[in-house]
Nanobody, 124 residues
Framework: QVQLVESGGGLVQAGGSLRLSCAAS????????MGWFRQAPGKERQFVAS????????YYADSVKGRCTISRDMYKNTVYLQMDTLKPEDTAVYYC?????????????????WGQGTQVTVSS
């Protein structure tokens, strides 16, 4: 049973930082792509960043490029999203996702597994 458990969300002032974690379990993820998505109230789910577990190749949404860094710890089976210079528009529930045959990392339909999400709130 695959489980993705996010943590690290919270309330932060604009300009601050947060590091989200996604602990993955239930299988070997070496062939997987791991992604972070977010969804704000009343808005569609939005791609944030992705990383290919085996080679570490990363990809970012333009809205977070230069402010966020996705990484993985292969020994801890954990994916991280370091978010800096946070803005109020970053406020959302952030979800971790895993997919084995991800063709387009920015599209949620390619991911097989999703976490429950962690709330990030950025105050102005």
């Amino acid at each position: 049973q695959v489980q993705l458990v996010e943590s690290g969300g919270g309330l932060v002032q604009a300009g601050g930082s947060l590091r989200l974690s996604c602990a993955a379990s239930g299988r070997t993820f070496s062939t997987y792509t791991m992604g972070w998505f977010r969804q704000a109230p009343g808005k569609e789910r939005q791609f944030v960043a992705s990383i290919r577990w085996s080679v570490g190749t990363t990809y970012y949404a333009d809205s977070v490029k230069g402010r966020c860094t996705i990484s993985r710890d292969m020994y801890k089976n954990t994916v991280y999203l370091q978010m800096d210079t946070l803005k109020p528009e970053d406020t959302a529930v952030y979800y971790c996702a895993a997919g084995e045959r991800v063709i387009l990392a920015t599209t949620g339909q390619w991911y097989n597994y999703w976490g429950q999400g962690t709330q990030v709130t950025v105050s102005s």
